[in-house]
């Protein structure tokens, strides 16, 4: 059986998937801290953006060696 989806783009996509998601959260969390930046929740919400943050990068840096790794 052939393999119809290769290994390294399945990876590559994974992670870059992930971290576009984390991206996307990551400003959202960043507008909402913006319209309220003294709110009764802000300091959960800047921890979940240091986080989101925190997992863009290295789910794009993953995509970025996955995508270069020699097969």
């Known amino acids: 059986m052939t ?3 290769p290994q390294k783009f399945l990876y590559v ?7 576009v998601t984390a991206a996307c959260m ?6 909402l801290l913006s319209a309220d930046p003294k709110g009764p ?3 959960g919400r ?3 953006l240091v986080a989101c ?3 863009a990068g290295t789910s794009l840096a993953l ?3 996955a995508a270069t ?3």
């Open 13 to 19: 996509f994974c992670f870059a998937l992930s971290g």
């Open 3 to 5: 393999n119809l989806i």
């Open 26 to 31: 990551g400003v959202a969390l960043a507008g």
């Open 46 to 48: 800047a921890v979940a």
């Open 63 to 65: 995509a970025a060696g």
């Open 41 to 43: 929740d802000a300091t």
């Open 53 to 55: 943050v925190g997992l």
């Open 69 to 71: 790794d020699a097969d």
